[in-house]
C-alpha cells in the first residue's frame, strides 16, 4: 500500500486492504477531509523465528542416549 488514499478509493477497495492489512501488518493512510487516518492492527502477533534463538548445550548426550536414560537408581521417593 504505502501511498495515501482517499475515501472513495478505500470505497473500491476496501476488503483487500483490509485484508493486506491484516496480511503484512503495514498500517494503510487515509486522507479524509485534511485529515491523515491510518488503518492499522490493534497489535501485530509476534512470530517466533525458532532458528533465530541462540543454540544452546544443555548435554552432551545423543538423543538415543537421553531416551535410554534411566533415573531408577537415582530415584528416592521419600525424599
Known amino acids: 500500500m504505502g501511498d495515501s488514499m482517499n475515501a ?3 470505497r473500491a477497495q476496501i476488503y483487500r486492504v483490509l485484508d493486506e492489512v491484516i496480511a503484512t501488518g503495514r498500517p ?5 477531509k485534511g485529515h491523515t487516518l491510518l488503518i ?7 512470530r517466533l523465528d525458532l532458528d ?3 543454540r544452546r548445550h544443555a548435554t552432551d548426550l545423543s538423543p538415543e542416549e537421553l531416551a535410554d536414560l534411566s533415573w531408577e537408581d537415582a530415584w528416592e521417593p521419600d525424599r
Open 8 to 10: 472513495t478509493q478505500l
Open 28 to 32: 494503510q493512510r487515509l486522507v479524509r
Open 40 to 46: 492499522s492492527i490493534e497489535s501485530v502477533p509476534r
Open 52 to 54: 533465530a534463538l541462540p
